[in-house]
């Protein structure tokens, strides 16, 4: 089964999404028709994962134009900025989300002094195209990923860098399917990833689609594990990367990269350029979400902690460069990534 994070349907006109809240119990799509509405879907976590919500970002400026078509070029340039602004807002950590938005920015300034409902058509266009390259690009990580990969490893993975968290094939899971196909025996352990349990819910249902065998753990057991000598790598994605390769992925990444050093196991991070952000210098400067603290005192309808304590919950963490063995990207692998490295990827140094 082929997973369509997120679909455009011709018919309606509208962006239609996976309800990641809802796996792996149900499997609904709902669908979106104003920017408002889909910066309501990011920041609910309907759609989430760095690539995906830059994609789904891209559609809710797309429809935006598409919903002010026939308004007057004024109050159409209003709309459209408070759309870009209300999108910026959605969720603070992931690039890809402002890298989208500025794609989207340039091509509608692009198109300035073109008929509204062309401008609408052109920036649905430039949307399905950031979604179609994603694709492209995970495809190229998952080739030089799997080479990286023994014939035979048992790989683990920190929450869902997989094709619900992009467009399609994923980025840390890319890696695992293209090894896959390309006749590698790979199976996954999946830290379930507290708080929000993207591990348990979401990346053991897509390797579950694909029979990829899969075994879940809680994130206290991963240390354990390796000591054991029951993980081969650890493959991640990421949220944001600075100019140096510190990187910012979900809450517990550091402590696996810690973890992964002191018993000398590979660790690989999966990003595409999209995900990098050169204008920080280093992790430090990558802004961090703190989420609700309901999710920390329980989930869904369940609570285990009392109402009343007091709780942190920042959603990604930093892990620093020289933790990373390779960064693989769209463009190749840095093993390991360094500031000329990365600034090799963009054809500058
Ligand atoms: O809070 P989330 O679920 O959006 O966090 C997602 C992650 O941390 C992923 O690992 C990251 O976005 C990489 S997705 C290819």
């Known amino acids: 089964m082929t997973v369509h994070t997120l679909r455009w349907d011709e018919a309606s006109g509208r962006i239609e999404m996976i309800d990641q809240r809802a796996l792996p119990a149900r499997f609904d799509m709902l669908s979106y028709d104003s920017a408002a509405a889909v910066a309501a879907a990011i920041r609910s976590m309907v759609v989430r994962g760095a690539p995906a919500i830059g994609c789904a970002a ?16 004024a109050e159409f340039a209003r709309g459209m900025n408070a759309a870009f602004e209300l999108l910026a807002q959605s969720r603070p950590t992931a690039v890809n989300l402002f890298w989208a938005l500025e ?110 065998p899969v075994t879940l753990i809680t994130d206290n057991m991963a240390g354990h594990m390796m000591q054991q000598g029951a ?33 000398g196991i590979p660790f690989y991070v999966a990003a595409p350029l999209s995900t990098i952000d050169r204008r920080l210098m ?28 007091a709780v942190r919950n920042p959603a990604f963490d930093v ?12 463009k190749g692998v840095l093993a390991p990534p360094t500031v000329a490295g990365i600034a090799a990827l963009f054809g500058s140094s």
Request: hydrophobic share 50%; with cysteine.
């Open 58 to 73: 891209a559609y809710g400026v797309a429809l935006e134009a598409r919903r002010l078509q026939q308004v007057s070029s």
């Open 103 to 212: 794609r989207m920015r340039a091509a509608l300034a692009a198109l300035q002094g073109q008929a509204q409902p062309l401008v609408a058509a052109a920036l649905l266009r430039e949307a399905h195209d950031i979604l179609a390259e994603d694709v492209v690009a995970n495809r190229a990580m998952g080739a030089y990923g799997a080479a990286l990969l023994p014939l035979t490893a048992q790989v683990l993975t920190h929450c869902n860098a997989g094709a619900l968290a992009t467009a399609g094939h994923g980025t840390a899971l890319g890696v695992i399917r293209s090894a896959v196909d390309a006749g590698k025996r790979i199976s996954v352990i999946v830290d379930e990833t507290r708080p929000f349990l993207q591990g348990a819910r979401l990346t053991v249902w897509e390797l579950q689609q694909e029979n990829i």
């Open 231 to 263: 993980v081969d790598a650890v493959i991640v994605g990421a949220d944001r990367i600075a100019a140096n390769g510190d990187f910012a992925n979900k809450i517990g990444t550091y402590m696996v990269a810690v973890l992964a050093q002191r018993h």
């Open 282 to 309: 280093s992790g430090k400067d990558i802004p961090i979400e703190e989420r609700n603290g309901a999710e920390v005192r329980g989930f869904a309808e369940q609570r285990w902690a009392p109402a009343d304590v």
């Open 319 to 330: 892990t620093p460069a020289e933790l990373v063995t390779a960064l693989i990207t769209e």
